[in-house]
């Protein structure tokens, strides 16, 4: 089933559509009617998304046309709404996914009483309906429309033979809609699928699939991952440190060396949701699991007027008749840089560096890791830096034209005798916390930003 999305601010559009992608939704979009009106002669949509009106008179006869190429398709009508307000653009998706329910049909309407089925999963469990679809060996195609996306479960003489889910396919799709509790359901009898990726009997798709839903359920609990409040990262300083006999957490540990939601885990990992969450639980028990609340995903250096301060002090601490922005150097051991980088390049601020390699970066002694935008045309370098004995001979090259130095930890004697030789600003990270000799969490993107925004502050006063 294909949604129809007409609207003329790019920015919500894309906000739109990527929205609609993660709840499996398909859709063909557009800022103009053209493409849609064309379109519509080749595919017919289940529902056409559509601003409430236009804001123009060019806008209001482009509305008109798509209405009266697709005059009997569903409607649901966009407000004015800003492309970051997630919590709108959420239940407009809510608002779509419930006329897709409505509007679900097979693509080839049975005549009635062929054994066409439509209710709500309230009131109709999934693993009850299958019960009955197997007792009856039904042929056909079960779509399943949640909150969280469509879905579709394809049997054959009864039999479940193939699912598709978010972006899970197979039992992992099964598993995941036997555990819905809300949403609508119809079963369209039709041929038998060509694709068969389940050959379990139903018997025991049931019977297991159900007690992992009871495990998944009891874990995500545990874990506080029932909703995706939380991104979820690696808490470690060297991911070596990670069990390598432990496939599994291994696999789930190369994965959050860039932070991401469960669900997003769950969907780009190879395992069943069962196999990550028992994973996460266990270097959850070693201390290896970090949660990071949505909103510090990107979390900001200040607020405007702190930002008109700071972009101040950026443009004066610059040394003169050095072109370019002004250089702070952050550095300590590798294990803290090594998250530091990750934090850094999360800051709202935050462009990515000119050396910066992908996932190589990760080990790189020097590394230009981002240029933060502190207004126009007054930008601040941030260069890594791992504090080792043998790199000191390469430091006056790293030092020259920066602001500052900032240490995450106690900094090397070659280290600290080279900054005094050349007098370079000192700044001890700890300095930015109200206890002094609280540790400085380099691998969150708040700490890293109080770090960053105090070493500024600090070196403008003196």
């Known amino acids: 089933?294909?949604?129809?999305?007409?609207?003329?601010?790019?920015?919500?559009?894309?906000?739109?559509?990527?929205?609609?992608?993660?709840?499996?939704?398909?859709?063909?979009?557009?800022?103009?009617?053209?493409?849609?009106?064309?379109?519509?002669?080749?595919?017919?949509?289940?529902?056409?998304?559509?601003?409430?009106?236009?804001?123009?008179?060019?806008?209001?006869?482009?509305?008109?046309?798509?209405?009266?190429?697709?005059?009997?398709?569903?409607?649901v009508l966009i407000p004015a709404v800003a492309a970051n307000n997630e919590a709108a653009?959420?239940?407009?998706?809510?608002?779509?996914?419930?006329?897709?329910?409505?509007?679900?049909?097979?693509?080839?309407?049975?005549?009635?009483?062929?054994?066409?089925?439509?209710?709500?999963?309230?009131?109709?469990?999934?693993?009850?309906?299958?019960?009955?679809?197997?007792?009856?060996?039904?042929?056909?195609?079960?779509?399943?429309?949640?909150?969280?996306?469509?879905?579709?479960?394809?049997?054959?003489e009864g039999e479940v033979v193939?699912?598709?889910?978010?972006?899970?396919?197979?039992?992992k799709a099964v598993i995941r809609l036997l555990g819905e509790r809300e949403g609508a359901f119809h079963f369209a009898p039709n041929a038998e699928p060509g694709l068969r990726r389940i050959r379990e009997p139903i018997s025991s798709i049931l019977m297991d699939g159900t007690r992992q839903v009871d495990e998944v359920r009891r874990l995500r609990e545990r874990l506080g991952l029932v909703v995706n409040s939380h991104l979820l990262a690696l808490h470690v300083e060297d991911p070596k440190s990670v069990e390598t006999s432990d496939s599994i957490a291994s696999e789930v540990a190369?994965?959050?060396?860039?932070?991401?939601?469960f669900d997003d885990l769950a969907d780009e990992i190879p395992r069943t949701d069962l196999e990550v969450l028992e994973a996460l639980a266990r270097l959850d028990e070693a201390g290896k699991l970090r949660r990071l609340p949505m909103g510090?995903?990107?979390?900001?250096?200040?607020?405007?007027?702190?930002?008109?301060?700071l972009r101040g002090l950026a443009r004066r601490l610059r040394p003169r008749g050095y072109r370019g922005p002004g250089r702070l150097i952050i550095i300590g051991s590798?294990?803290?840089?090594?998250?530091?980088?990750?934090?850094?390049?999360?800051?709202?601020?935050?462009?990515?560096?000119?050396?910066v390699g992908g996932e190589m970066s990760a080990d790189r002694l020097f590394e230009a890791t981002a240029i933060l935008q502190l207004g126009e045309s007054v930008g601040?370098?941030?260069?890594?830096?791992?504090?080792?004995?043998?790199?000191?001979?390469?430091?006056?090259?790293?030092?020259?034209?920066?602001?500052?130095?900032?240490a995450l930890d106690r900094p090397s004697p070659q280290l600290a005798a080279m900054v005094e030789e050349?007098?370079?600003?000192?700044?001890?990270?700890?300095?930015?916390?109200?206890?002094?000799?609280?540790?400085?969490?380099?691998?969150?993107?708040?700490s890293i930003a109080a770090v960053v925004r105090g070493a500024i502050e600090g070196m403008g006063a003196t």
């Open 89 to 156: 653009i959420g239940k407009l998706i809510d608002t779509i996914t419930s006329a897709l329910a409505a509007a679900a049909a097979p693509e080839d309407p049975a005549p009635p009483g062929a054994g066409e089925i439509r209710g709500d999963i309230a009131q109709v469990a999934l693993p009850d309906l299958l019960q009955l679809l197997a007792m009856g060996k039904k042929t056909g195609t079960l779509t399943v429309m949640t909150s969280n996306a469509a879905g579709e479960i394809r049997l054959a």
């Open 254 to 261: 190369d994965l959050l060396a860039n932070p991401r939601t």
């Open 1 to 75: 089933m294909v949604v129809f999305v007409l609207y003329p601010d790019l920015d919500v559009l894309a906000a739109l559509v990527e929205k609609m992608r993660a709840r499996g939704l398909e859709s063909v979009h557009a800022a103009t009617a053209a493409p849609l009106v064309e379109r519509s002669a080749k595919q017919r949509p289940a529902v056409l998304v559509i601003p409430e009106r236009g804001a123009s008179l060019e806008e209001a006869a482009e509305l008109a046309s798509l209405r009266s190429a697709l005059p009997d398709v569903p409607e």
């Open 334 to 355: 590798a294990g803290r840089i090594r998250l530091a980088r990750q934090a850094i390049a999360r800051l709202a601020e935050a462009m990515p560096g000119a050396d």
């Open 162 to 171: 193939d699912a598709m889910f978010r972006r899970a396919e197979g039992m």
């Open 422 to 446: 050349l007098e370079v600003a000192l700044v001890d990270a700890r300095s930015v916390n109200d206890d002094f000799e609280a540790e400085v969490d380099p691998g969150d993107p708040t």
């Open 380 to 406: 601040l370098e941030i260069v890594t830096v791992v504090d080792r004995p043998d790199l000191a001979p390469l430091h006056p090259l790293v030092l020259s034209g920066s602001i500052g130095l900032v």
């Open 296 to 309: 510090d995903l990107r979390p900001s250096l200040a607020g405007p007027e702190g930002m008109v301060v």
